[in-house]
């Protein structure tokens, strides 16, 4: 795995109740460019972020500490638990999507999200 780029977000906080991660949060960006997504999950004003964002080369940008809790599931409920960020780590995956000419996501990126899963 490529090494992982510290490129910190204002946009956290503690996760709530001593809540544990239990559920791994898979996003594309639907945004341009990485360069945007991360200037989105870095503006405090927008009060969103992730744990991680991959980029379509592969590279791993590393936005909130996994030990606290990223604002990336916005108001989502699952078998009961309904703060999903909590409980999660969010990864963001770079990809244009459908506004702006959703693409195949290339196969370094791919290895990039399966190594970072797995870790």
Not at 22 to 27: A, D, N, S, V, W
Not at 39 to 44: A, E, S
Not at 57 to 82: C, F, K, N, Q
């Amino acid at each position: 795995m490529k090494p992982i780029l510290e490129t910190p977000s204002p946009n956290f906080g503690a996760r709530k109740d001593g809540k544990r991660i239990e559920h791994l949060i898979l996003h594309y960006t639907g945004m341009p460019s990485a360069f945007e997504t991360l200037q989105r999950l870095q503006d405090k004003s927008a009060e969103v972020s992730a744990h991680y964002l991959v980029d379509e080369d592969g590279t791993i940008h590393r936005l909130v500490p996994e030990e606290m809790r990223a604002w990336h599931a916005g108001v989502s409920y699952w078998a009961g638990e309904t703060d999903i960020n909590s409980t999660s780590i969010g990864i963001e995956i770079q990809n244009p999507g459908h506004k702006w000419g959703y693409r195949p996501f290339p196969p370094q990126q791919m290895q990039a999200v399966a190594e970072l899963c797995t870790d």
